[in-house]
């Protein structure tokens, strides 16, 4: 059974920064492509960041492009999602997924991001 974990989340003031991590176990993350995506009572789940199974290609969505940066460690089956410049709509809980043959069906319970202005 493979269980995702998301940790890192809490209160920042504008401008700061924030890493969260995805612990994943039950199987090597390796052959797996890994996201974050982020939800707010008012949006759907969206995604933010997506990274291969190798790590060498990454998609970022527009508005966190320059500011967030997604990386794995598949020696340690961990996924990290290093956020700068962080923004009052930056706040979400923001959940941790694992894609297999292009559908994402693992997720993580989410951790909370709440950016103060």
């Known amino acids: 059974q493979v269980q995702l974990v998301e940790s890192g989340g809490g209160l920042v003031q504008a401008g700061g920064s924030l890493r969260l991590s995805c612990a994943v176990s039950g199987r090597s993350i390796a052959t797996f492509e890994m996201g974050w995506f982020r939800q707010t009572p008012e949006k759907e789940r969206d995604i933010v960041a997506t990274i291969t199974w190798s790590g060498g290609s990454t998609y970022y969505e527009d508005s966190v492009k320059g500011r967030f940066t997604i990386s794995r460690d598949n020696g340690k089956n961990m996924l990290y999602l290093q956020m700068n410049s962080l923004k009052p709509g930056d706040t979400a809980r923001y959940y941790c997924?694992?894609?297999?043959?292009?559908?994402?069906?693992?997720w993580g319970r989410g951790t909370q991001v709440t950016v103060s202005s």
């Open positions: 997924a694992a894609a297999e043959r292009g559908a994402w069906g693992y």
